[in-house]
């Protein structure tokens, strides 16, 4: 499975219908490497229209068998694997899909890239894998399945030639965030004409604009070209954390928007992360490039233009 052509690098991604799975598909595209996306049966592919026709997609059954066959098709020269079924506060009926998309389905990519000879493995983990700055102490069941996923990468780079870089994320934004998050929220608090309760907003927040975390994707792919660890973890942490109450300021400055907000009108969150961890190794040669002021600028544009 060696690509003969260094110029055409060939990617896989998961979580590609995502939000940062989408811009890195798009951002791979655009750098001219050869895309391959894995979706599942029922994934909705409109966050890659812009990109549909240079792009390979498999939908992947559930099957092991399945996501053999993808894998010897794509022949990845990296995985980003981003898949991921995020949720800060679980039901008892959220477990199984939770294990199957965190644990059970990077562990039929990661088996498949074996059995197929690719070894280079660009993993996602989060900063809520270190609640009030421990080593290990989930924020919540998602995190505890991110860090049982990292426990199984260890059995493959122990046991294989596979070599992983987990990148460690905080909160992030930017255009085309199909999630539900703070920029979005403040933009409909904008509308309101009513106060709208918040928490007492003193938790701080390390947030990373989308196109610096995408350059971390590439930093890691190349990274894994040289020879390192079988298996490295970095922290892609703005290193300047901001408390909530004054990223909102921030936010209303920045778009000229005002915001009526009644702080400490609902309790934290249970488990709320008051201070993010920052004991994590920064990504070797990354640094976030765009302030916070900037940022938002540029997700305000980019949401006008599209005439959201
Ligand atoms: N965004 C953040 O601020 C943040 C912070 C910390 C860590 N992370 C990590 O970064 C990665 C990307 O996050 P994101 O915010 O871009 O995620 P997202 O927008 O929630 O997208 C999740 C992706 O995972 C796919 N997926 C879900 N269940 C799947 C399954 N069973 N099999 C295959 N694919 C499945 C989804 O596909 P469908 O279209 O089929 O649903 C979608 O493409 C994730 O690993 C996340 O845990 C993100």
């Not at 391959?36 to 099957?63: N, W």
């Not at 290990?136 to 070599?163: D, G, M």
Request: glycine share 6%; proline share 5%; with cysteine.
């Amino acid at each position: 499975m060696v690509n003969k052509d260094l110029n055409t690098r060939r990617a896989t991604v998961t979580g590609a219908t995502g939000f940062i799975g989408a811009h890195l598909a798009r951002r791979l595209v655009a750098e001219g490497w050869d895309v391959h996306v894995i979706a599942r049966l029922q994934s909705d592919l409109s966050m890659l229209r812009s990109i549909a026709s240079k792009i390979k997609v498999y939908r992947h059954d559930g099957t092991i068998k399945s996501m053999r066959e993808i894998v010897e098709a794509a022949e990845p020269d990296v995985v980003f694997h981003l898949a991921s079924n995020f949720i800060a506060e679980h039901t008892p009926e959220d477990i199984e899909a939770l294990i199957e998309t965190n644990v059970t389905f990077g562990t039929q990519v990661v088996e498949s890239m074996i059995v197929n000879g690719a070894y280079k493995f660009v993993n996602v983990g989060t900063a809520w894998q270190h609640f009030e700055n421990k080593c290990y102490n989930p924020v919540c069941l998602y995190a505890a399945t991110k860090q049982a996923f990292e426990a199984i990468l260890t059995y493959y780079t122990e046991s294989t030639c596979l070599r992983v870089i987990t990148l460690k994320l905080f909160d992030t934004y930017g255009p085309d965030d199909p999630r539900k998050k703070l920029f979005s929220f403040l933009a409909r608090v904008a509308t309101e004409k009513e106060p709208v309760p918040m928490s007492p907003g003193e938790q701080l927040v390390d947030i990373v604009y989308i196109d610096d975390v995408v350059d971390a994707f590439f930093l890691a792919a190349s990274l894994l070209e040289e020879p390192g660890e079988s298996f490295e973890t970095y922290a892609i942490s703005s290193q300047n954390p901001i408390m909530l109450r004054d990223l909102v300021s921030v936010y209303s400055e920045v778009t000229g928007r005002s915001l009526s907000i009644e702080w400490g009108k609902k309790p934290y969150r249970c488990r709320e992360v008051m201070v993010p961890w920052d004991r994590g190794r920064i990504l070797p040669g990354w640094r976030p490039n765009v302030s916070l002021e900037e940022g938002i600028r540029k997700l305000i544009t980019a949401t006008v233009e599209v005439g959201e």
